[in-house]
Structure formats: structure tokens, C-alpha cells
């Protein structure tokens, strides 16, 4: 078990302990407690009514009050309190917002997506998620006062002080409007990261990652943009640029970082234009609308349409030329495609793993579609968020009951 919590400031090692075993289970007893942490059974007690006196433990009803014991003396049972406080996680994408308020258990209490309009300026887009950070806490039945730590991804590399550089078309100045500056104050801990970082976040938490060292996951469906994981660490770099797309301008068989919603778009109406489709087939249709949705290419791919794999093979050359060039620099075990568009991606990555081998001189990493979906940087934030509670912000808090309750 990791120790994060030390002795909360008590002296005694065997109270931290406690609640560092709290964040890792749900309901348990002292004899669970002894058996992890090798204390007495003196000690654990002593340590958990502590931490129970200082309402950072709960005692729940035991079992024979529940209804679910049925002779002898019943355990007492405990949890960490979820009186605590929340934490909040948030997607600040270019074209989208989702806000997660959550509990410390991991149980979402409210989460809300919603479209944003990428003509606003950084103001109006600050303006906007502080305001919808706060509905959201509103909704929950809790206020700022309760938040224990905020994890905000954004579409923009971030340094370690939440600021990202500046983009020669005002881009990040957009997408990151001060978030660092205007957060000061809502939590003992917010950062402010990558939503490419805080997809590989995700997917070695709750995803396609689990287990493994070495992968990219990389976010595709908008703009391209790679969370990089190489011997179990998320790579930053100095401005928080590493895996950032924009490379992707300068790649031969690329020639963008926008994303794989483009890549589809760019791909039918090339075909179209050259007349390798016909007009009045189920991808031709497609194209008679301002834009074309991915999703239904894909579908129609998925049930074998000629013209539609025909464009999922194409763009399974420009994923495996992405894939290859990725390879080649961090030597990943797998690439996580991620985002809405990785539902229904198959076809065109099945196309992809096929050219790989020839993009580079590495074993060839494993290509996976996420199970995520459009939520992946959420997860990320939340996971964040729950992470940065747990070690600083939560320790903080029974140090200072602690010391009260003296």
C-alpha cells in the first residue's frame, strides 16, 4: 500500500496508515485494517476511532442493525466520510464543456456536457466555465467551500504552473483563458493539464492502457494530440508540450493536426472530386450536407460499403503514418485512438495495423480503439482531481481536525 498521508501531524505513523487504507477500500473493519497494515488490533482501533473523532472516518450501522448478521458480535464497520468534501473534473475542449462533480468514493453526483462556440473570446470562455463549475456545484447541493481539489483539461499544452505558451493565432490564450489565475481560491489544490495527459490518465486507470508501461493515448477526434506514457510516467516537458499535434502540419501523408472528423471529410470529397465515388450511392449522399458525420461513414464501412472502405482505407494510411512517427519517438507497447470518434473507429484502424509494420523500424505497436468514448478527458480530470485530494488536500484537512480535536 502507498503511505501519502505520513502521521497527520499526530506522531503516530499508524493514523496516516488508516487513512491511506480508507481511500483503497469501501466499508471495512480493524481486522482488515491489521491484515494490511500489519498493526494490533490496539492500534488499529486506537487509530480509527482518531480519525472517526475528527470526522474524517464514518462509522456505519453494524451489520446486525443492517440486517445482514446473524449471530455473534457484530464488527463495526467504517468509510471515509463522505462529508469530506467533492472534487470537480473538467473536459474545456475547443468545441465542448463537460463539468464532473464527484464524491470521494467515486460516484459521480453531477456531470454536464454541453457545446461551446469556438469564436468566443478568452474572457467569454473563462467566464463560461466558472460559471458552469458553479452550476454544477449548485446542482450537487454543495458549495465552493466543500471542493477539495479541481482538474481542468484544456486543448493546449500547460506548464507546471497551469499557464500555456502563446500560440501564434491566440489558440491556447483561448482554450487556457487564465484558468490557473481565475481558479486561485476555489480548492486547496487545481491544476490545470494537457486533456491529451489526462486521456492517458484515464486509460491507464479505468481503460485500454491498464497494466501497461509504455503507451500514447491519442486524442483524434477534433485535433490530434498525444498523452505520452513511457516506463509508467506522464511525460510533460517544459511548456507541457510533449505529443503536442501540431508536428503532424509537417508529416508527409499527415499534413494536419486536425482530426480524424476531418481526415474522414477531406478523404470522401478527394474521392468524390476525383470520381471514384458515385454521387448517388450511401457515401456519395453524404456529401451533399455542409458536413460530413464520421460516425455514418463509419457505420457504413463497419457493414462492408465498397465506397466507404474505400476512405477508411485512406485514412488508415494517415493513422498508421501518425502511429509510426508516434512509434518511433517514444516506442509505445500500444496507441490508444480516443475521443467520440473512437465508437465506431475500427474499420479505419483495421486498415491501419495493416500498413503499420512498414512506418517504422521498431516492432510496431498495438493499435486499440478507447471504450471510453467522449468522456475520456473527463475520467482523466476526475481521477486527477481524486488523486490530488488523497494527497494533499485531504491530509491537510484531518491534520488541521486533528489538531483541533486535541
Known amino acids: 500500500m502507498t503511505e501519502v498521508s505520513a502521521d497527520l501531524g499526530t506522531g503516530r505513523a499508524s493514523v496516516g496508515a488508516v487513512l491511506d487504507f480508507a481511500w483503497t477500500t469501501g466499508e471495512f473493519t480493524a481486522t482488515e485494517v491489521m491484515a494490511s497494515t500489519s498493526m494490533t488490533r490496539s492500534t488499529a482501533i486506537d487509530a480509527i476511532d482518531t480519525l472517526v473523532g475528527a470526522a474524517v472516518l464514518t462509522e456505519l450501522p453494524n451489520a446486525r442493525v443492517a440486517g445482514s448478521y446473524r449471530s455473534g458480535r457484530p464488527s463495526r464497520r467504517f468509510v471515509l466520510s463522505a462529508a469530506l468534501g467533492v472534487v470537480i473534473g473538467v473536459d474545456a475542449g475547443d468545441t465542448h464543456l463537460a463539468v464532473t462533480v464527484a464524491d470521494l468514493r467515486d460516484r459521480a453526483l453531477v456531470h454536464h456536457r454541453t457545446d461551446l462556440d469556438p469564436s468566443q473570446s ?48 491566440g489558440f491556447w490564450e483561448r482554450t487556457n483563458p487564465g484558468l490557473a489565475e481565475a481558479l486561485r481560491g476555489w480548492a486547496p489544490v487545481v491544476q490545470i493539464k494537457n486533456d491529451a495527459q489526462l486521456a492517458a490518465i484515464a486509460e491507464g486507470a479505468e481503460g485500454a492502457a491498464i497494466g501497461c508501461r509504455d503507451y500514447v493515448a491519442l486524442l483524434a477526434s477534433e485535433r490530434f494530440g498525444g498523452g505520452v506514457v513511457v516506463d509508467g510516467h506522464v511525460l510533460h516537458g517544459a511548456h507541457g508540450g510533449v505529443g503536442e499535434g501540431v508536428v503532424f502540419d509537417h508529416i508527409v501523408g499527415v499534413g494536419s493536426a486536425f482530426g480524424l472528423r476531418y481526415a474522414v471529410q477531406d478523404q470522401v470529397r478527394s474521392a468524390m472530386d476525383a470520381g471514384e465515388i458515385a454521387s448517388g450511392g450511401a457515401v456519395g449522399r453524404l456529401v451533399e450536407g455542409d458536413r460530413i458525420d464520421p460516425r455514418l461513414l463509419l457505420t457504413l464501412a463497419a457493414s462492408g460499403d465498397a465506397d466507404a472502405l474505400l476512405v477508411t482505407s485512406r485514412v488508415g494510411a494517415t493513422v498508421a503514418r501518425i502511429v509510426g512517427v508516434l512509434g518511433s519517438m517514444y516506442d509505445p507497447d500500444r496507441v490508444i485512438v480516443c475521443g467520440a470518434v473512437a465508437e465506431s473507429i475500427e474499420p479505419v484502424l483495421a486498415a491501419a495495423r495493416r500498413i503499420l509494420p512498414d512506418e517504422l523500424h521498431l516492432p510496431a505497436p498495438e493499435i486499440l480503439a478507447s471504450t471510453l468514448g467522449a468522456e475520456v478527458v473527463s475520467v482523466g480530470a476526475v481521477a486527477t482531481a481524486r488523486r490530488l485530494a488523497r494527497e494533499r488536500a485531504v ?8 489538531r483541533a480535536s486535541a
Open 122 to 169: 478568452a474572457a467569454e470562455r473563462r467566464k463560461t466555465i466558472l460559471g458552469r463549475m458553479d452550476d454544477a456545484l449548485t446542482e450537487a447541493e454543495h458549495a465552493r467551500g466543500d471542493v477539495l481539489a479541481v482538474c481542468i483539461g484544456v486543448a493546449a499544452p500547460v506548464n507546471r504552473d497551469g499557464i500555456s505558451p502563446p500560440h501564434p493565432d
Open 395 to 402: 491530509p491537510l484537512l484531518a491534520e488541521q481536525r486533528l
